[in-house]
């Protein structure tokens, strides 16, 4: 048996045939932008394979929320029914799920080479965990244990109101109320919230996520002041997310920006605003916070979810 899975985000897809055991073969990343539509780009993948090597089921991690069989996705222009993609590609199944459920089935195949832990605690076998990531937008997601199997439990989490934890996160967010009506964790966790956290705090043009990022690397003093509020920000989101699943599995960071700056994470206050809960400091500092580095994580999770699915 093998399944056709694909990471779908807001900018790229990646592309993978899974086979049993967690194996991935003919990975491939495509830009979205040069298809007009989801059916062109998976069409164009499955036209790539050898015809015995065509999957006849498909999983997907989509970048939105999944309610019935019409999808809307939340980054890009594109909306599609999952019935009208298994009949246009000829697939017997398509299974979607949200993009973050999809890292929330990895944590379970990841092990040590793939992740990078980030202060204290350690990890109750069994108990709950969350994962988070900022890339294109937020997403995030929970994964439970129930009788021996892994449950994922998703929603839009990345669309929560942003709280501060200081004067200076409490004028940011007033500006983004002004600019955005509402002022969600997503407006600031993310890469265009980066480049919104830059403008924020020194004012100037606007710049693109890119942008900001060729400035940090150049160790520019503003650039690196915004990415340390983009941590202390994140690890608020981390932690409120940890206390509402006590996730004592651990708190798992994904998405494409934060492994990029694993060394300023390490020396920034990310894990001492993670803690810094009152009443809860302890409860959280039990708790691990892990960067998850591995490649391809969410296409990891999507063939751990097909193997289960298919042992059903």
């Not at 043009?205 to 900001?212: F, H, Q, R, Y």
């Not at 990310?270 to 810094?276: I, L, Q, S």
Request: net charge negative.
């Amino acid at each position: 048996m093998h399944w056709l899975v694909a990471d779908i985000g807001g900018t790229n897809t990646r592309c993978a045939v899974a086979r049993p055991g967690g194996v991935l073969q003919n990975i491939e990343l495509f830009r979205n932008r040069d298809y007009p539509g989801l059916d062109r780009l998976l069409g164009a993948y499955l036209g790539m394979l050898p015809p015995a090597e065509r999957p006849d089921e498909a999983v997907l991690a989509i970048a939105g929320p999944i309610q019935g069989d019409e999808i809307r996705m939340s980054n890009i222009d594109w909306s599609f029914s999952i019935s009208g993609l298994a009949r246009t590609l000829s697939l017997s199944r398509v299974t979607p799920l949200n993009d973050f459920a999809a890292q929330a089935h990895a944590l379970p195949v990841l092990g040590p080479a793939d992740l990078q832990q980030i202060g204290g605690g350690a990890e109750v076998a069994g108990a709950p965990k969350v994962v988070l990531g900022p890339g294109t937008g937020l997403g995030a997601a929970g994964l439970l244990q129930i009788d021996g199997r892994w449950h994922a439990i998703t929603g839009e989490g990345g669309h929560v109101t942003m709280a501060p934890g200081d004067e200076r996160e409490a004028r940011i967010i007033a500006l983004g109320r002004e600019r955005f009506g509402h002022c969600s964790a997503e407006r600031l966790i993310s890469g265009a919230g980066l480049a919104f956290l830059y403008m924020a705090l020194h004012g100037g043009e606007s710049l693109t996520p890119d942008e900001v990022g060729v400035r940090i690397a150049s160790g520019e003093a503003a650039a690196l002041e915004a990415l340390e509020v983009f941590f202390q920000l994140l690890a608020t989101a981390a932690s409120n997310l940890a206390l509402t699943f006590s996730a004592f599995g651990g708190v798992y960071i994904g998405g494409g920006i934060t492994p990029r700056y694993l060394d300023q994470l390490k020396t920034s206050g990310f894990r001492a605003r993670f803690e810094d809960k009152g009443r809860y400091r302890q409860f959280l500092a039990r708790i691990p916070t892990r960067v998850i580095t591995a490649n391809q994580p969410a296409l990891r999770g999507l063939a751990a979810f097909a193997e289960a699915q298919g042992h059903d």
